[in-house]
């Protein structure tokens, strides 16, 4: 396998950031009342569609929110 990239052939852009996301993932389907457990090694099949999009959604919310208040404090973001 390829640096950076993982089991599912994907590159990571941040490799080694798996676990962090890992961790907000599963910190937000408890914030939304979402019964996953951590360590279920991402299967989700018994969980409904729109519950993961809310997840997935949400993740990306909070991230757009950091990048934001990354910029307005004057770090520049890196270009991908």
Do not use: F
């Amino acid at each position: 396998m390829a640096l950076g990239q993982n089991s599912s052939g994907r590159t990571q852009v941040v490799p080694g950031a798996h676990s962090t996301l890992d961790n907000i993932k599963y910190e937000i389907a408890s914030e939304l009342n979402i019964p996953v457990v951590q360590g279920s090694e991402d299967y989700w099949g018994n969980i409904s569609s729109r519950d993961c999009g809310k997840v997935g959604g949400t993740m990306v919310k909070r991230m757009i929110a950091l990048a934001e208040k990354e910029l307005l404090n004057g770090k520049p973001l890196d270009k991908i």
